[in-house]
């Protein structure tokens, strides 16, 4: 096996780890801890289990408020992991790939509870005393805010390094 489909492959399974862990974790707070809605878990002073359900996107934005709306979601969400997939499958360096498959596994997460519930399941309540610095939030919400900041980085760190090195050659031929 060549070192880029060895880097997919652990792509591909990162992504599976990922949508494994939130679909454990979710059957865990609902079925293991049987939390009711808005119902809490304390577990540690700054870190909480509160069940909700998020009918929206991020940040709760674009409710599902109708069936309609429900498969719009299911079908813009499901869109976007096949393009997130696609885009995984033709980057070759594990930085990349890695970053493409925190989101893939987390966007999954999350399809596939609104496709069976209706609703994604939240539930980690991160807070300072009364503070809370974020929405209540899930793995695969976490997972997919890591990997966009992933992608990010390295998109703005190494094409600065990148232009740099295309540029320093040049400007060395010129001055000789």
Do not use: C
């Amino acid at each position: 096996m060549s070192a880029i489909w060895r880097n997919r492959f652990i792509g591909l399974a990162i992504a599976f780890a990922i949508f494994a862990a939130d679909q454990w974790l979710k059957s865990y707070v609902v079925d293991t801890l049987d939390l009711q809605l808005y119902e809490t878990y304390d577990l540690l002073p700054f870190f909480d289990f509160t069940l909700v359900h998020n009918y929206g996107i991020s940040l709760g934005m674009f409710q599902a408020k109708s069936m309609e709306m429900r498969w719009l979601l299911i079908a813009l969400t499901g869109t976007i992991a096949v393009v997130v997939t696609v885009w995984m499958l033709r980057e070759k360096l594990l930085g990349e790939i890695s970053g493409l498959a925190l989101i893939l596994g987390g966007a999954l997460g999350n399809i596939k509870d609104r496709y069976q519930l209706g609703y994604v399941v939240d539930f980690a309540d991160f807070h300072i005393g009364d503070f809370k610095p974020f929405l209540i939030f899930n793995v695969a919400d976490a997972a997919i805010t890591i990997g966009v900041v992933i992608i990010l980085a390295r998109s703005f760190l190494l094409r600065d390094k990148g232009d740099k090195q295309t540029t320093e050659p040049a400007a060395e031929a010129a001055e000789s």
